[in-house]
Antibody, heavy 119, light 110 residues
Framework: QVQLVQSGAEVKKPGASVKVSCKAAGYTLTGYWMHWVRQAPGQGLEWMGCINLNSGDTHSTQNFQDRVTMTKDTSISTAYMELSSLRSDDTAVYYC????????????WGQGTMVTVSS | QSALTQPASVSGSPGQSITISCTGSSSDVGGYNLVSWFQQHPGKAPKLMIYDVSNRPSGVSNRFSGSKSGNTASLTISGLQAEDEADYYCHSYRTISSYVFGTGTKVTVL
């Protein structure tokens, strides 16, 4: 069964960094793009960026360009998203999502990781 | 970095049909046939319902259909059922190498 399993909830202080992992099971990680999407409490979905799991090329929205780092470790079928200089408004559920081959949509999603930023 | 525009809420009675609109621009919805729709139940991850404007993934009911005209995409749910009550988000590729979601629509089954 194809699935993405994310790391557990995190509580961070303002100014700190958080690194969320996303492990693929049931398929080969390479050959796909992995996207990161977040959802603040009671709010909508926000696309953050993506990483090519072959080349390591990344794209991200201007909102996060200076603070987000996306990486991969194909030896353990895992993608990572690190967000730095955390603020209270970064409190959200962070999802990884696999880009469906040959399309620009997301067919498999992780279960989400709650990140709380609080002093 | 503005989101695509969706109505905040849409409601209908069981068995009825409803349509959710998603308005963007020529840089996203209107410029590419790369519109998707996701369903999200409370506390759950989004689920892909429609991709490339009108294609349904395997396992998604044919009561869900998508279309597009100009800068506006639409999701129609026919034969509305209680289980369809959820939040729905449109999504599109946006120039250049970027993606954008809609503001989200809460569907209520009366």
């Amino acid at each position: 069964q194809v699935q993405l399993v994310q790391s557990g909830a995190e509580v961070k202080k303002p100014g700190a960094s958080v690194k969320v992992s996303c492990k693929a099971a049931g398929y080969t990680l390479t050959g796909y793009w992995m996207h990161w999407v977040r959802q603040a409490p009671g709010q909508g979905l926000e696309w953050m960026g993506c990483i090519n799991l072959n080349s390591g090329d990344t794209h991200s929205t201007q909102n996060f360009q200076d603070r987000v780092t996306m990486t991969k470790d194909t030896s353990i079928s895992t993608a990572y998203m690190e967000l730095s200089s955390l603020r209270s408004d970064d409190t959200a559920v962070y999802y990884c999502a696999r880009e469906k081959s040959g399309t620009s949509t997301f067919d498999v999603w992780g279960q989400g990781t709650m990140v709380t930023v609080s002093s | 970095q503005s989101a695509l525009t969706q109505p905040a809420s849409v409601s209908g009675s069981p068995g009825q049909s409803i349509t959710i609109s998603c308005t963007g621009s020529s840089s996203d919805v209107g410029g590419y046939n790369l519109v998707s729709w996701f369903q999200q139940h409370p506390g759950k991850a989004p689920k892909l319902m429609i991709y490339d404007v009108s294609n349904r993934p395997s396992g998604v009911s044919n009561r869900f259909s998508g279309s597009k005209s100009g800068n506006t995409a639409s999701l129609t749910i026919s034969g509305l059922q209680a289980e369809d009550e959820a939040d729905y988000y449109c999504h599109s590729y946006r120039t250049i190498s970027s993606y954008v979601f809609g503001t989200g629509t809460k569907v209520t089954v009366l």
